[in-house]
């Protein structure tokens, strides 16, 4: 069974230009969870969906993030413009869902975005 | 201000030793995870605590939830080459796998 998996694995952009991240959740897994971690800090939380709606979305940073669900399968995150403090790494993360608990959370390997 | 105060930052020991990383935090946590990563690669998941004073082992790993729920440890028995890599705890503070990360630890076990 494929993990969850992201695409492209490293951008490299210009100030000002725009930038769009995939995430391909675990097949069958509800909810998707978008994380980065910038400039050596710790891994923080930006949003979750469960299937096409966003459930938490009070991690996302500012407006000039947008994330989509588009009939709860993939995802993806769009920065636009870049500034140079959204370079870092960019985690999405996927679960089955419980109402009772939560599911084991798997990682993809993330995306490099340097802004330049 | 951090939340979750992870520590040391890093360690570098002998094969065979014994090594112990720790989460603290003010703030009390429905479950504490523990994970690994690899270089390139994301996070994976060790284990999750839920029950204050809980203990779980995984071979030679032994992890363990303050009784309070605010805190926890890793310990690792007999470190080998291969547990190289970086150790990170995540706590949830709430229904629905939004995690606090630690700053994480880079462990590196020489032979």
């Known amino acids: 069974e494929a993990g969850v998996t992201q695409f492209p694995s490293h951008s490299v952009i210009e100030k000002g230009q725009t930038v769009t991240l995939r995430c391909d959740p675990i097949?069958?897994?509800?909810?998707l969870y978008w994380y980065r971690r910038v400039m050596g800090k710790e891994i923080k939380f930006l949003l979750h969906?469960?299937?096409?709606?966003?459930?938490?979305e009070s991690g996302m940073p500012n407006n000039r993030f947008l994330a989509e669900r588009t009939g709860g399968t993939y995802s993806t995150l769009k920065v636009q413009p870049a500034e140079l403090e959204d370079s870092g790494v960019y985690f999405c993360?996927?679960?089955?869902?419980?109402?009772?608990?939560?599911?084991?959370?798997?990682f993809g390997s993330g995306t490099q975005l340097s802004v330049l | 201000t951090q939340l979750l105060e992870q520590s040391p930052q890093f360690l570098s020991i002998q094969e065979g030793e014994n090594l112990t990383v720790y989460c603290n935090s003010s703030?009390?946590?429905?479950?504490l995870q523990w994970y690994r990563q690899e270089p390139g690669e994301g996070p994976v998941l060790l284990v999750t605590?839920?029950?204050?004073?809980e203990v779980k082992k995984l071979k030679r790993l032994t992890f363990q939830f303050g009784d309070a729920r605010k805190d926890s440890s890793l310990h690792i028995t007999a470190a080998q080459p291969g547990d190289t890599g970086l150790y990170l705890c995540?706590?949830?503070?709430?229904?629905?796998?939004?995690?606090?990360f630690g700053a994480g630890t880079i462990l590196r076990v020489k032979s």
């Open positions: 993360a996927s679960s089955q869902f419980n109402f009772y608990r939560n599911e084991k959370l798997f």
């Open positions: 097949s069958g897994h509800d909810n």
């Open positions: 969906f469960v299937k096409e709606s966003k459930q938490d």
């Open positions: 703030s009390v946590f429905s479950s």
């Open positions: 605590v839920v029950t204050g004073g």
């Open positions: 995540a706590g949830e503070r709430e229904y629905g796998n939004k995690l606090v």
